[in-house]
Structures are given as C-alpha cells and as structure tokens.
T-cell receptor, first 110, second 117 residues
Framework: AQRVTQPEKLLSVFKGAPVELKCNYS??????LFWYVQYSRQRLQLLLR??SRESIKGFTADLNKGETSFHLKKPFAQEEDSAMYYC????????????FGKGTKLTVNP | GAVVSQHPSWVICKSGTSVKIECRSL??????MFWYRQFPKQSLMLMAT?????????EQGVEKDKFLINHASLTLSTLTVTSAHPEDSSFYIC?????????????FGNGTRLTVT
C-alpha cells in the first residue's frame, strides 16, 4: 500500500537556521513525490516536485530511493516560511491521485 | 496561474439535510477533479475522482450514495453530502489539474468547512 510518513507534527527553528522536514514513503513502484505548502488562511499549493529538480523559495528536496525519503531542506529559514508542509506521493501511471502525509507545521521564530 | 474556486467556504446545516459544494476551475479546463476530506489535525484523504462526463471513482470506504459527485462540465464539479450527520462535519477540499492526466501539479480550492448540527 502507498503511504507517506511525516514523523514530525511540529518543527520550530530560529530565523537563519537550517531546516529539514522529513518525509518517507512506501510504494513498490516508481514514485513521484511532491511537497505542498499551506500558509495561514491560504489554500494548499505546490512547492516543488522531485522530477523538476528545482529550488523554490530556497527549498530543495532530493528523492532517495534507497532510503525511500524525500526530505525538504532549506539552509536558512525565514519567518515567512512558517506554514504547514505536506509531502505527497503520486503513483506510477500518470495518476494524479495523491497520497498525503499528515503534514508538518513549521514555525520560524525571529 | 491556474485557479480553483470552491464554494461555499463554510456551511452549517442541520442533521438530515443535504449540502452541495461546488468546485470550479476558473481559467482552465479540468477533465478530472479530486475531492479530499480533512479531519482536524489529520492529513488530506482522497474521497473520489471526478471525471467529466462519466461516473466518479470512489476510494475504498467512501459511500458513493452519501457523497454524490457530478462533473457536468469541464470547469465544474459538485459534491453533495446527502442526509448529512454530525460525523460528516469536516473540511472538504477539491483539486484539479490544468495539464491533463499524468501531469501534475494539482491546483487546490480553498476548501469548505462543513458543520452538521
């Protein structure tokens, strides 16, 4: 069965500190991984996807198939990064059906 | 960018009544839309896949007769919670893809907070 695990419900860091939000997945096929972000009172929006290999708002994430992980990282956190972050998995075959993790609430303190 | 509009943002209804939630893609056509449900402090759970012009595909455990989905046009999908009960109180979110099957990303609506009294 497909599963996405985000072990941390809450993560608090100070401004300028590095941040890593953990995500592990379980899927027997070839996964497509995403990170979605939800800022306060706003809708869920795509932050980045592993196939794009891009950096958005200073965030990067590398798919590690050996460790079945897709951790989200940023070297220097900013206060505006405070939000709810969801890791999501789309299964092979072009499916747009996403399996979401439970989310991690990131708080960046001044 | 692509925008998905969801209406209403919140609704309170009495037990036993039905509630309709609309999901519209404002500047793109969406042959497929998705309906999610989110309980407090829980993740988004996919309820069903709404296909334009055909029947929706429901996830295991989701009652299709309770959660009626209609996707009559390329820009509108509706979710009707029939004979609502307090346990149906939840946050319902729709999403749609602007690039067709196999090409995420999905664009999400703002969600609808349903409270059944």
């Amino acid at each position: 069965a497909q599963r996405v695990t985000q072990p941390e419900k809450l993560l608090s860091v100070f401004k300028g500190a590095p941040v890593e939000l953990k995500c592990n997945y379980s899927y027997s096929g070839s996964p497509e991984l995403f990170w979605y972000v939800q800022y306060s009172r706003q809708r869920l929006q795509l932050l980045l996807r592993h196939i794009s290999r891009e950096s958005i708002k200073g965030f990067t994430a590398d798919l590690n198939k050996g460790e079945t992980s897709f951790h989200l990282k940023k070297p220097f956190a900013q206060e505006e990064d405070s939000a709810m972050y969801y890791c999501a998995l789309a299964t092979q075959g072009g499916s747009e059906k996403l399996v979401f993790g439970k989310g991690t609430k990131l708080t960046v303190n001044p | 960018g692509a925008v998905v509009s969801q209406h209403p943002s919140w609704v309170i209804c009495k037990s036993g009544t039905s509630v309709k939630i609309e999901c519209r893609s404002l500047d793109f056509q969406a042959t497929t839309m998705f309906w999610y449900r989110q309980f407090p402090k829980q993740s988004l759970m996919l309820m069903a896949t709404s296909n334009e012009g055909s029947k929706a595909t429901y996830e295991q455990g989701v009652e299709k007769d309770k959660f009626l989905i209609n996707h009559a046009s390329l820009t509108l999908s509706t979710l009707t919670v029939t004979s609502a009960h307090p346990e149906d109180s939840s946050f319902y979110i729709c999403s749609a893809s602007s690039t067709g099957p196999g090409n995420s990303p999905l664009h999400f609506g703002n969600g609808t907070r349903l409270t059944v009294t």
